[in-house]
């Protein structure tokens, strides 16, 4: 039986909510004969969010670690590939700190690969009618933060951790606060979820063709 830790981020930006968090609220306690799922909810506040997330697989021990943030104004989910050494923020966090041209971790390398099977995500997640897509960029705010925090968490450990972020777009009820902008229902997401957990223990071999930390 394996672990699945997903999180998901407290409401930022002057938003009342992120569909990240009601997401993987969903997720709590999903559980078949392959997996259990626990979920945390993660501070939209650098550094706080690294520390939370470290003491979440500390108690939770898992095998698949998938961090999900909200992207407003992208059009799909995207399963993110690759995450940056870069703090730098174009809001304010929830802390109002607001690093520029930062480092993640002072002497990481440039950036970290994820080790969830992206693409065989993105495809199952297209196969069930679900809008999805590889991205290259997790922006450079609290997300891409977590997201090189967790990968990097993994590489030092050498725990044989499975792990990546997954962007989700604004809910309907968002976009029609930010006109012009693509939403996506909140059962839609959590369906994309549970293809994705389902995918990211299922699939034994790694299918990333590239491996590593890139330097
Ligand atoms: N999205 C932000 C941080 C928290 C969230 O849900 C981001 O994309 O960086």
């Not at 293809?195 to 491996?211: K, N, S, Y």
Request: proline content about 6%; overall charge negative; glycine content about 10%.
């Amino acid at each position: 039986m394996k672990k699945v830790l997903v999180t998901g981020f407290d409401p930022f930006g002057g938003e009342t909510v992120n569909l990240s968090l009601e997401a993987a609220k969903q997720a709590a306690g999903w559980k078949n004969d392959r997996y259990i799922v626990e979920v945390r909810e993660i501070p939209t506040i650098f550094g706080k969010s690294l520390a939370i997330l470290h003491d979440a697989i500390m108690q939770v021990d898992p095998d698949v670690v998938i961090c999900v943030g909200q992207a407003g104004g992208r059009a799909d989910i995207s399963v993110e590939r690759v995450a940056v050494n870069i703090n730098d923020a174009r809001i304010p966090d929830n802390e109002g700190q607001q690093p520029i041209d930062e480092p993640v971790v002072l002497g990481g390398p440039v950036g970290y690969w994820s080790t969830l099977p992206v693409k065989a995500i993105v495809e199952a997640l297209r196969r069930h009618g679900i809008p999805a897509s590889v991205s290259y960029t997790a922006g450079t705010f609290v997300c891409n933060h977590v997201f090189y925090g967790l990968m990097h968490y993994i590489t030092q450990s050498k725990k044989p951790i499975r792990g990546g972020f997954i962007h989700i777009p604004y809910l309907p009820e968002q976009a029609a606060r930010h006109l012009g902008q693509p939403s996506m229902a909140l059962e839609t997401i959590v369906e994309g979820l549970r293809l994705a957990i389902d995918v990211a223990v299922e699939r034994e071999e790694d299918i990333q063709a590239v491996g590593g930390h890139i330097c």
